[in-house]
């Protein structure tokens, strides 16, 4: 397939409000409620054709930038100011194939973004979201799946200098040989303020959906579970005991423990994976876990060495991803995984993809995950699974159909239509639709069709117009 160029003649940004159900905590924050971005672009292609495409993501506080200083609203913010700034420089590149367009602006946007304060986290959000948009639209003009566009390589991906390691890789060829998958394990999250049973609640929602970890595990069935801890070993060893007493109800199961960036380094990891491990009550999670998210703060994760704590399993960047070249940065230090996540872009997904590969040929044991920041039912959810399914990942982190409480505050008609057009990921309740997950699993065939996981579109009557960013903050 000969990758087409296309100009990104227009881009529309809107916003919508919503509410959890259940309050989560993920490292210095508890979110009750928030905003989700929605964003579409048109582009004409070289034969003059034009069609739209669209993405949408939470504008999460706390997250891209951990900055205690600024408020939750000035968080979003910044990451509005991101998707105008590469919203600008999109518009302004002629031009280009989907690729090409990410790649060939990537330097600027960066640096446009760190003029104004912005980290390469922030900045790789608001690309992020124009990139999908596009190449939304350019597979819905060539009634072409992800899936099948890929494999041909619709995007155009190739060797260049946004990624000097890899400039004899070969990524036609890993790309036709991508066999996406058409079922994906959910990975349950297990936040830092989330009930472990009944006689932990003071009060309940009662919309009969599960609350507690026990509830969640005889209703889902779930295999894979993401474990959050805290950073004070005494509180974590307690908790993730309450947690096992639970989990080793089950036949089998395997985890993630997610560090939060809460440790100053390695060691202070390694300090409680050593109390899990001499543990009795912790015997078979620790025998269970898989790898460790992210346990040391982004400031120091990538200037300080993770062999101590790599020696007992092995470890993932995920905020520390900010700079495209994070994970090279991360090998050299002991690092032998790297998160994927739809809000920092699938291209950044697909070079991390092909690293894996490069690395694996040459011996080692690299590899991606997927990770959750609250992807919302309908196009937001769809995008991000349609990612993971297209590199090949077993299992995936899904928290949005736990804590928001399925199309929650969408028209109702909206949520009929995406159930409607995907039998297979969505299930009809008293409360409406909403994921369906079976024995632990989300059923991904209904994703193949033209466009990147979705061809409905949500209701944008009612959304409001995305505000214009109020960035740099005063001062």
Known sequence: ?????????????????????????????????????????????????????IAAESLAAKWFDKDPALSDAQNEHQLRRALELAAEASLAAGANTAFGHFADTHAAHVAACGEEGLNPLVASYGRALVDRAALDALLKLRGTSVF???????????????????????????????????????????????????????????????????????????GWWKLKVAGDVAADLDRLCRIAAVLDRQHDYHVSLDGNEQYADAEGAAELWRAMEAEPRLRRLSASVRYIEQPVKRARALETGMAALAAMRPVIIDESDGALDAFVQAK??????????????????????????????????????????????????????????????????????????????????EAVRFME???????????????????????????????????????????????????PRPG
């Open 1 to 53: 397939m000969t990758a087409p160029r296309f100009r990104i003649l227009e881009i529309e940004r809107r916003e919508w409000p919503f509410t959890l159900r259940l309050p989560f905590r993920f490292g210095v924050i508890t979110v009750t409620e928030g905003r989700q971005a929605v964003l579409r672009a048109r582009i004409r292609d070289e034969a003059g054709r034009e069609g739209w495409g």
């Open 148 to 222: 099948t566009g890929m494999q041909g390589n619709i995007g155009g991906m190739a060797p260049h200098a946004v990624a000097p390691d890899l400039a004899g890789f070969d990524f036609g060829a890993m790309l036709a040989g991508l066999r996406p998958a058409r079922r994906i394990q959910a990975r349950h999250t297990v936040g830092l303020v989330d009930p472990i049973a009944a006689a932990e609640q003071r009060s309940r929602v009662g919309d009969g959906l599960p609350e507690t970890l026990e509830e969640v595990a005889a209703t889902y069935r779930h």
């Open 332 to 413: 050299d230090l002991g690092y032998a995984g790297v998160s994927s996540k739809s809000c920092k872009g699938i291209w950044r997904s697909l070079l991390n993809a092909a690293r894996c590969r490069a690395w694996n040929a040459e011996g080692g044991e690299y590899f991606m995950t997927g990770e959750d920041l609250t992807t919302l039912a309908g196009v937001c959810v769809q995008q991000d699974l349609a990612l993971v399914a297209l590199l090949g990942l077993a299992h995936v982190e899904r928290n949005g159909h736990h804590f928001v409480d399925g199309f929650n505050g969408r028209p109702k008609a």
């Open 421 to 471: 057009a995907h039998p297979d990921l969505y299930a009809d309740t008293p409360r409406g639709p909403r994921l369906r997950i079976r024995d632990g699993a989300l059923e991904l065939a209904s994703l193949d069709l033209p466009g990147l996981g979705a061809r409905e579109e949500p209701d944008y009557t009612a959304m409001q117009p995305m505000p214009p960013a109020s960035w």
